[in-house]
């Protein structure tokens, strides 16, 4: 099993920057894609981006493409996203999920992991 928590949220102004955080434990070792997806309400959780954990091969949604950046830090099992230039449509709840295969990774069902989430507010 693996556990997942998100930190790094609050609420910033139009064109601010925000990094989200996300520490993961257990059987991390399990899992070769990692990834952020965010929600609001009355909507589907939508995939923001997504790491194939070790090799460093990143997918990201066309709408956060050139503003977000998926990194991670494997001696820490942290994964992180770096929000840049935010705008109003970024408000919404952000998940850190983990799945063993990236490759439906714009869907949310093969991600077996998830964090609790954290908001991000963009005003």
């Known amino acids: 099993h693996v556990q997942l928590v998100e930190s790094g949220g609050g609420s910033v102004q139009v064109g601010e920057s925000l990094r989200l955080h996300c520490k993961a434990s257990?059987?991390?070792?399990?899992?070769?894609?990692m990834g952020w997806f965010r929600q609001v309400p009355g909507r589907e959780r939508e995939a923001v981006g997504v790491?194939?954990?070790?090799?460093?091969?990143?997918y990201y949604a066309d709408s956060v493409k050139g503003r977000f950046d998926i990194s991670e830090d494997n001696s820490l099992n942290e994964l992180y996203l770096d929000m840049n230039n935010l705008k109003p449509e970024d408000t919404a709840m952000y998940y850190c999920?983990?799945?063993?295969?990236?490759?439906?990774?714009?869907?949310?069902?093969?991600?077996?992991?998830w964090g609790q989430g954290t908001q991000v507010t963009v005003s």
């Open positions: 999920a983990a799945s063993d295969s990236c490759e439906y990774w714009q869907r949310a069902d093969p991600f077996s992991y």
């Open positions: 257990g059987a991390v070792r399990r899992t070769d894609c």
């Open positions: 790491t194939y954990t070790h090799v460093n091969r990143l």
